[in-house]
């Protein structure tokens, strides 16, 4: 397979602005932007991070409300704290030097078995895996493999079953082929490219049978949470708090809001009680967000205020849309 799928992807991978070179620290902000993101998604945001930061050193010193402001819209923000982290980690440890092991790469914060086997095969030559769910669906169809897809053993088991057959000197190559095969030919929905697909000839899902694989085990029902969201408006102003520090959307901004649905007279009260002197207060409709594990379920209320609360941060619309970087729940509200 490996012999077959280097040279394919050699001639066919696309041209993608982090692969114009092997720098560990392009390949790296790369792949964790490219987590649960599509790549078209990605490519601006990348773009855009590069030329504000363009090393490690920069990333490490950066103010963490600019930093989040660089990475609003692609959500999963713990993953934009942690790429700081792990640059400071490389600042303090490497002085400044990206490390070249695959231990000391998994080592940094917020990474992975998945993203040090991609950094260390592609920027290090090493022959270390890179395994995702693109990579578990290639392998499921062509080997015709049963073991359900969506475990963690899995991930680990293709690993180690893959990397005897990396070659010692393409490596990176190796790992992107069958990356590429997987985001380009064989695709998660619907049916796959077969009769363009390199791996035709002895691939075991090339007549059909690819709609058996990958198995995967069924997912627990996600959870459903209904809140009630305040845009306490006063003047140009419009009132945030910041999130706490640890669980769901950690240290970010938001709308005040409630963990149940509120009548507009309840609605009244609470802002009262924050010591708003709400003077209007209008229901705004309701609003649904979908995180990977739960789904909010908002009801909005717009409420005009008489006094600006010390109990928030009250900002304008210039900042809101240059300097405050607000989650997708919440923008959509604004917006």
């Known amino acids: 397979m490996i012999e077959t799928l280097v040279p394919w992807y050699e001639t066919n991978g696309r041209s993608l602005p982090w692969r114009e070179d092997t720098n560990p620290y392009h390949v790296w902000v790369s792949e964790i932007m490219l987590q649960q993101t599509r790549i078209e998604a990605v490519i601006p945001y990348y773009q855009r991070f590069l030329k504000e930061l ?78 995702d769910g ?67 000839k002895f691939c075991g899902s090339s007549k059909g049978e690819w709609v058996n694989y990958p198995v995967k085990e069924a997912k627990k029902s996600r959870k459903t949470e209904q809140h009630t969201v305040f845009l306490l408006r006063c003047g140009d102003f419009i009132a945030l708090r910041k999130r706490p520090e640890t669980g769901l959307l950690a240290g970010q901004w938001e709308f005040p809001n409630l963990e149940r649905y509120l009548s507009e007279e309840e609605v009244r009260k609470q802002a009262k009680d924050w010591g708003c002197q709400p003077k209007d207060c209008k229901e705004e409709g309701l609003q649904k967000h979908v995180f990977s594990h739960i789904e909010w379920d908002m009801k909005c209320y717009s409420v005009t205020c008489k006094k600006k609360s010390k109990e928030f941060v009250w900002v304008n619309s210039g900042q809101l849309e240059n300097e405050i970087s607000l989650p997708t729940a919440f923008r959509k509200i604004l917006k």
Do not use: H
């Open 134 to 200: 693109n990579v578990l669906r290639v392998i499921a169809r062509i080997t015709e493999d049963g073991r359900p897809v969506n475990t963690e053993k899995i991930k680990k088991d293709v690993r180690m079953e893959l990397e005897p057959f990396y070659p010692k000197k393409k490596a990176g190559a190796c790992t992107q082929a069958i990356m590429e095969l997987g985001e380009t030919i064989c695709l998660p929905n619907g049916a796959p490219d077969c009769e363009n697909c390199p791996c035709k």
């Open 54 to 131: 363009p090393d490690v050193q920069a990333l490490a010193e950066a103010e963490p409300d600019r930093l989040q402001k660089l990475w609003e819209g692609l959500g999963y923000y713990s993953r934009v704290r942690n790429l700081q982290k792990a640059a400071q980690q490389i600042m303090e440890q490497y002085e400044g030097k990206f490390p070249d092991s695959y231990e000391s790469i998994r080592a940094l914060s917020g990474i992975g078995d998945y993203t040090a086997g991609a950094i260390g095969s592609i920027c290090f030559n090493l022959p270390t895996p890179a395994v």
